[in-house]
């Protein structure tokens, strides 16, 4: 098993930066991939990006590419979603999870086997 932690919500005002925390414990040797996926209310969850744990190979979606950024230290087993510019329309609840399949399926939330209970990030105007 794999627990995922997640830290760093909050209130930011639109315009400004928050990063994310995910903390892995656990099996975390049987996963390859990380992601952070987002879920505003009334909407379906979106995927925002993804990183493996070895090599590097970062993804993201095409709409927050630039804005947003996915790092991750090892040493930690910890990964990082870097929120930069944010919008009112990044308002959501943030998910960190984890795949043990590495195939690059990053994208479909259905491919994740492990979930944290999500940060939630609030963007005032």
């Known amino acids: 098993q794999v627990q995922l932690v997640e830290s760093g919500g909050g209130l930011v005002q639109a315009g400004g930066s928050l990063r994310l925390s995910c903390a892995a414990s656990g099996r975390t040797s049987s996963t390859t991939f990380m992601g952070w996926f987002r879920q505003a209310p009334g909407k379906e969850r979106e995927f925002v990006a993804a990183?493996?744990?070895?090599?590097?190979?970062?993804y993201y979606v095409d709409s927050l590419k630039g804005r947003f950024t996915i790092s991750r230290d090892n040493a930690k087993n910890t990964v990082y979603l870097q929120m930069n510019r944010v919008e009112p329309e990044d308002t959501a609840v943030y998910y960190c999870a984890a795949k043990r399949s590495p195939l690059p399926t990053v994208r479909l939330a259905t491919s994740y086997d492990y979930w944290g209970q999500g940060t939630q990030v609030t963007v005032s105007s």
């Open positions: 990183i493996n744990w070895t090599g590097g190979m970062s």
